[in-house]
């Protein structure tokens, strides 16, 4: 249970950091870490106590697997990821170029 | 189980150092240790598939985020933030925090969870699929349309990317 | 033999080549390998990825464009699409439903067992090394313009 509370902190942290700072970069790293704690969260609930990696093997028959749902769901998740991180830093390289900052309150003076 | 925690709260105090440094390069290379610590954490709960991915996902994205933070004018940007915008967020971390600690008494203990359909999957993968890492036998035989979303969402995000980022076309 | 001077310096040109083959091979067999051992279709795509970035990184964008050009990344990319829909598609044709596993099962624990699973793994590996590749050289190619253009409305 305590994995549980732990596992949330980090991703109230990552929360934390997605409201409060203005920088670009900074939120993009919030957004991040909001994304590992809950990768995190769903294989903390498919473990089995004393369980095995779920692949089958060919001479020891093993009855005691973890359960395998949560990894096959985070397995494309992690991906997916990787994907709305390199779109996030796209845009944010050609908000750069545009406005010279990372600063959104800037970038918001600046768009009239 | 001790080393589960001391891992995480490795991975929480590097969470706390990248929010908080001001160089953004040395906040970006602090997310990648994160990364790390979540690659162990996935190695220890028998998770061998995610870890592969987690790991070289992490060095992959550790490359783009650097390729967005060298080169700029300003590595050290000091931005202040409104005290409205911080108390809100605490008042939202905490409120989250709270709730979440009342609906983690619904949920399974640590260590036995429900396995509704994973036994059935462990039980059916070899004879139905053939196939014996039962990961590779959910994804791309039970559950296969998650995958081909999974496709489409980074072909769409591709796409963006290179629409964002063309070269040719562009009015300069 | 007269060395470009693009890229890093000689030593680290000296050992991207003994390494870079060495990682495709890795990213290779964990393709292939991805319904008996842990692995599969999505890191071995990041890890053949990683490879050509690594050349990129030692060489300079010139050389490695020469083996891999934009434009096969791109068609690589879709032809990897294409290949995972095909073989979804296979399984209505033949057989009753999306994603039914026709072909046979073979052996358990062989190398060509488990039917079209393999085949969906060669499928998303082409499409997430190529689609992280091209992503790459996105972010690579685009030069920010030099600071004084600050003022000029573009």
Redesign the interface.
């Known amino acids: 249970m305590s994995l549980y509370i732990l596992c949330l902190i980090l991703f109230a942290i990552g929360l934390y950091c997605l409201i409060v700072k203005k920088n670009l970069i900074k939120k993009i790293v919030g957004l991040g870490i909001t994304e590992y704690a809950v990768n995190l969260f769903f294989i903390l609930l498919g473990y089995t106590k004393g369980g095995e990696a779920p692949i089958l093997s060919k001479d020891t028959p093993i009855t005691n697997f973890v359960d395998p749902l949560p990894q096959a769901l985070i397995l494309t998740s992690i991906v997916i990821g990787l994907g709305v991180t390199a779109l996030m830093v796209a845009i944010t390289v050609r908000i750069y170029e545009k406005y010279r900052t990372f600063d959104i309150n800037e970038i918001r003076r600046l768009k009239g | 189980?001790i080393e589960?925690?001391v891992i995480?709260?490795l991975?929480?105090i590097g969470?706390?150092v990248?929010?908080e440094l001001e160089d953004?390069l040395s906040?970006?290379i602090a997310?990648g240790a994160?990364?790390i610590g979540?690659t162990l954490?996935?190695l220890l709960?028998?998770?061998?598939?995610?870890?592969?991915?987690?790991l070289?996902?992490e060095?992959?994205?550790l490359?783009?985020?650097i390729?967005?933070?060298v080169?700029?004018?300003?590595p050290r940007?000091r931005?202040a933030?409104r005290i409205g915008?911080?108390v809100?967020?605490?008042v939202?971390?905490a409120l989250?925090?709270f709730f979440?600690?009342k609906a983690?008494a619904q949920?399974?203990?640590?260590?036995?969870?429900i396995?509704k359909?994973?036994s059935l999957?462990?039980k059916e993968?070899?004879a139905?699929?053939?196939?014996?890492?039962?990961?590779?036998?959910?994804?791309?035989?039970f559950?296969?349309?998650?995958?081909?979303?999974?496709?489409t969402?980074?072909?769409?995000?591709?796409i963006?990317?290179?629409a964002?980022?063309?070269?040719k076309g562009r009015?300069? | 033999m007269k060395e470009d001077n693009s890229g890093m310096s000689l030593i680290v040109k000296r050992i991207t080549k003994i390494t870079v083959s060495l990682i495709f091979l890795f990213g290779v067999y964990i393709v292939l390998h991805g319904h008996l051992t842990p692995g599969g279709g999505f890191a071995g795509g990041v890890i053949i990825a990683l490879s050509f970035i690594h050349l990129v990184l030692a060489f300079g964008k010139e050389v490695a464009l020469k083996k891999m050009s934009q434009a096969t990344v791109s068609i690589i990319e879709s032809l990897g699409g294409l290949m995972f829909w095909g073989l979804a598609l296979l399984g209505l044709i033949f057989g009753s439903y999306f994603f039914l596993n026709i072909l046979p099962k073979g052996r358990p624990f062989d190398l060509f067992s488990s039917g079209i699973i393999i085949f969906c793994n060669i499928a998303i590996f082409l499409k997430v090394g190529a689609g992280l590749f091209a992503i790459f050289l996105a972010l690579a190619f685009i030069r920010l313009p030099p600071e004084e253009k600050k003022g000029e409305n573009r």
């Open positions: 189980m589960l925690h995480l709260i991975m929480i969470a706390v990248a929010m953004m906040s970006v997310l994160v990364g979540l954490e996935f709960l028998r998770a061998p598939d995610l870890a592969i991915t987690q070289v996902v060095i992959l994205s490359i783009i985020l390729r967005a933070t080169g700029v004018s300003l940007e931005i933030t915008y911080f809100f967020a605490l939202f971390a989250f925090l979440s600690y983690l949920l399974p203990v640590f260590g036995f969870p396995m359909m994973g999957y462990i993968a070899l139905k699929t053939g196939a014996a890492n039962i990961v590779a036998a959910v994804i791309l035989d559950r296969g349309y998650d995958t081909l979303g999974e496709a969402i980074l072909f769409t995000s591709v963006g990317v290179l964002v980022l063309r070269i009015k300069t």
